[in-house]
């Protein structure tokens, strides 16, 4: 048993490895194709659930992937919006190379729905101010950010301050723990599922981050749109 949990977790720091380094060069590899666990149930079909309004999503100073200056609010315009918050140093299997699998996987299920790239937005938001420049941002996200038609949008942006970030991480509720230069902030996996009123509807640790989950949440709130009640 304690060898195959040892090799179990050699596999998962593979395919961690393997999973950074496809995202690095923009492959839009998902976390299926990269081998991460799969979920054994299914998930509720959209619209027979309510999803409770948590808190308001805040606002911060952002800088995106180009230098350019932006406010998270602005991204988010009226759509519905997955966040997520990563380092692109952290090559932990459970956590940063996780949650961007995920939102490759949500983009992807958005390419094939036409309602689903017209309403929904993903945004990635760095919390390693010390390594995450523009550049950097620029590099992991690579073809991922660029605008293309038939889907989503997807930015990555970074707060432009210690004080911008440290308010936006209380105010989304994200550990972090800072650390030095030389390594990546400590931190647990969080993607939270915003509305297009600009409120938190819903928010993934490990446990549930699924791809299929998610979108049926990101599709029970477009039903909420269109008027539909559970």
């Given amino acids: 048993m304690i060898r195959t949990a040892r090799l179990l977790t050699a596999t998962m720091v593979a395919l961690a490895a393997v999973a950074g380094a496809a995202w690095a060069h923009g492959s839009g590899s998902t976390a299926a194709d990269l081998g991460f666990p799969r979920f054994d149930y299914e998930p509720p079909r959209p619209g027979t659930y309510a999803l409770p309004a948590i808190k308001p999503a805040a606002d911060a100073h952002v800088v995106d992937a180009a230098g350019a200056p932006r406010r998270l609010h602005g991204l988010m315009g009226d759509r ?8 692109t140093r952290c090559v932990d299997p459970q956590g940063c190379p996780l949650a961007t699998a995920v939102l490759h996987q949500i983009r992807a299920a958005a390419g094939r729905d036409p309602v689903l790239a017209r309403r929904l937005r993903l945004v990635t938001v760095s919390f390693d101010l010390r390594n995450d420049s523009p550049a950097a941002l620029g590099r992991y996200a690579g073809a991922a950010r660029q605008e293309s038609r038939g889907t989503s949008p997807w930015d990555f942006v970074v707060p432009t301050s210690e004080r911008e970030l440290t308010s936006l991480l209380e105010a989304y509720g994200q550990p ?37 989950l998610l979108l049926a949440d990101v599709r029970t709130l477009l039903l909420e749109e269109q008027g539909h009640r559970p």
Avoid at 194 to 205: E, K, L, P, S, T
Wanted: glycine share 8%.
């Fill in 176 to 212: 972090v723990g800072l650390g030095d230069r030389t390594a990546p902030p400590t931190h647990l996996l969080r993607v939270y599922l915003i509305d297009a009123g600009r409120r938190i509807r819903n928010v993934y640790g490990l446990d549930f981050l699924d791809a299929r």
């Fill in 80 to 87: 519905i919006v997955v966040v997520s918050f990563i380092s």
